[in-house]
């Protein structure tokens, strides 16, 4: 990304993996015309089991997107003697699945992000009421300083006899052994918890996994509703899906390696000019503004010099966040921080 041209800190592709055409193999038609449940699209098999590996699960299935996933898996569990209890910080896809279960019956409870003490008080109110814990959470929240206590979720879900259910869309790829994800940062793949992630942030592929014991990948593909009436990923992400994973044992514990480098250089140069981000050690990086801040002008003026930030307004407050990439050079952080000092002192 030299050169003199805008930086870009929009993007998610976390690891700078892209699947240009000519990159890929050959298929003879992007879809087979039929449903999953009726045929798996050649390779989607094994790119499932490479997942699942890969996440230290037992198995793995491939859909569409997170939105398929969620929908279809809550609608599983809306069949069940669960509570949903949701950490405040879910991301909405995850959310709009539990909703589902909510309309299909099921209680649904929020608990303030990371609040262990609160979690386990509503655990316990339902399971004696006769409901297991279905407990929802991001395996990593963008912009969060650090991961929820999954290994604390997961445990009590196992006392009251429930399921942690984690959207890992931005840990998978980043986090764990080799890119394996919370699961596998945590310790907790024995432990009774699903993960549902897109491959779309660390490893560029518009399509989605859902992995965990071999029992509740059977049950799902068996009562799934998009595997029997939406269209199957394309043969074309399930291509991609097997290169990005190819890569990934190739290349990509050195493109962690670069990514951390750049955040810890994007963080030390900010703190030095006196503009301290958040984040934590995760390429989801944000400068709050002051409250007398217009977070439009700020953003323009950004764009104008050249780096291209995403504007958020979080609970009133205006912040500027940038999305660090393997593929930004070192030169391009250090311009990148010039330009964010100069155009933004005085409104953080």
Request: proline residues 6%; aromatic residues 6%; contains cysteine.
């Amino acid at each position: 990304m030299n050169g003199n041209g805008p930086l870009d800190f929009t993007s998610a592709l976390y690891l700078g993996l892209r699947h240009p055409g000519r990159a890929l193999d050959g298929w003879d038609a992007l879809t087979l015309g039929k449903p999953a449940a009726l045929q798996e699209v050649p390779g989607a098999r094994a790119v499932a089991v490479a997942l699942a590996r890969l996440q230290g699960c037992a198995a793995a299935t491939l859909l569409p997107s997170t939105l398929h996933l969620f929908w279809d898996l809550f609608g599983m569990l809306g069949q069940e003697r669960f509570a949903v209890l949701v950490d405040a910080a879910a991301y909405p896809v995850a959310r709009w699945g539990a909703e589902r279960a909510a309309g299909l019956g099921l209680p649904l409870q929020s608990f303030r992000s990371g609040d262990l003490a609160e979690l386990g008080r509503v655990a316990l109110a339902w399971h004696r009421a006769g409901r297991r814990p279905l407990i929802l959470a991001d395996g990593y929240s963008p912009g969060a300083d650090g991961p929820p206590p999954l290994a604390a979720y997961a445990a009590l879900a196992q006392r009251y006899d429930g399921l942690l259910l984690l959207d890992d869309t931005q840990a998978l790829g980043l986090l764990g052994r080799h890119g394996g994800g919370s699961l596998r940062r945590h310790g907790i793949e024995a432990l009774p918890v699903l993960a549902g992630a897109s491959l779309a942030k660390a490893f560029g592929v518009p399509v989605a996994v859902l992995a965990g014991s071999a029992d509740w990948i059977r049950r799902f593909e068996r009562a799934s509703d998009t595997r029997l009436h939406a269209s199957p990923p394309s043969r074309a992400v399930v291509v991609a899906a097997r290169r990005a994973l190819r890569l990934n044992a190739v290349c990509g514990d050195a493109l962690r390696r670069t990514l951390a480098q750049r955040v810890a250089q994007f963080r030390a140069a900010l703190r030095a000019a006196g503009l301290p981000c958040r984040g934590g050690a995760f390429p989801v990086q944000w400068l709050a503004l002051r409250p007398d801040a217009n977070l439009v002008q700020a953003h323009a003026a950004l764009r104008h010099a050249g780096v291209l930030a995403v504007p958020q307004c979080r609970a009133g407050q205006g912040r500027l966040t940038f999305l660090l990439r393997a593929d930004h050079a070192p030169a391009d952080i250090a311009r990148a921080v010039r330009i964010v000092t100069r155009e933004l002192r005085g409104l953080t």
